[in-house]
């Protein structure tokens, strides 16, 4: 049982270039979400999903796009990247309007 | 807007002490409140729930409290280890039911 993992843990971009970032877990559960963490800032929610083949705008969706065409992935995927999108990403799955949520160990992305 | 704020952004200490961390909100409406541990290259762990209705929570040497008229709530840590050594996050569920987020408090227990 491998809980939330998240592919890559690591990446660089030039600024413009694309990527997805992919988010996998095997708890069979209906939400998934996706956060960035800056320095100094609490956690923000990005967009998620309360189940296979829908998603929802969070907090600060604006230059990310999510799939969920299964249930156990949901990929956030940058078209275009900027600098201001250098941050530290975290998916998280709970059960239906469960307050616990199970997260991943994160993505590190610097924006050159 | 709710916002949630915890202060200091970073704490030392020997170990072996007590110590409190403290997160405050700025609107009382809320579903309840949770506290997280950080740890570097990992995920977030949920340590502690309080529900609105509720006082203050309790696990191990842990302990959570909440006034939710005065939007504060604290996570007290009882005879403190190097392995208590992490960032403690905590989140209220605001009356939107999203997850409203402090930035978190660096707590570093010296051996």
């Known amino acids: 049982n491998a809980g939330v993992t998240q592919t890559p843990k690591f990446r660089v971009l030039k600024t413009g270039q694309s990527m997805t970032l992919l988010c996998a877990q095997d708890?069979?559960?209906?939400?998934m979400y996706w956060y960035r963490q800056d320095p100094g800032m609490g956690l923000r929610l990005i967009h998620y999903?309360?189940?296979?083949?829908?998603?929802a705008k969070g907090e600060v969706p604006d230059g990310y796009n999510v799939s969920r065409l299964k249930k156990q992935n949901f990929l956030l995927g940058l078209e275009s990247a900027a600098p201001s999108q250098t941050s530290v990403y975290f998916c998280?799955?709970?059960?239906?309007?469960?307050?616990?949520?199970?997260f991943g160990p994160g993505t590190r992305l610097t924006v050159l | 807007k709710q916002e949630v704020t915890q202060i200091p952004a970073a704490l030392s200490v020997p170990e072996g002490e007590n110590l409190v961390l403290n997160c405050s909100f700025t609107?009382?409406?809320?579903?309840?409140l949770q506290w997280f541990r950080q740890d570097p290259g990992k995920g977030l762990t949920s340590l502690l729930l309080?529900?609105?209705s509720q006082r203050e929570q309790t696990s191990g040497r842990l302990n959570a409290s909440l006034d939710k008229s005065s939007g504060r709530s604290t996570l007290y840590i009882a005879a403190s280890q190097p392995g208590d050594s992490a960032t403690y996050l905590c989140?209220?569920?605001?009356?939107?039911?999203?997850?409203?987020w402090g930035a978190g408090t660096k707590l570093i227990i010296k051996p």
């Open positions: 989140a209220v569920r605001d009356s939107n039911y999203q997850l409203i």
């Open positions: 999903s309360v189940g296979e083949g829908t998603t």
């Open positions: 309080i529900q609105s």
């Open positions: 609107d009382s409406a809320i579903y309840n």
């Open positions: 708890m069979n559960h209906e939400y």
């Open positions: 998280a799955s709970s059960y239906a309007g469960s307050n616990e949520q199970f």
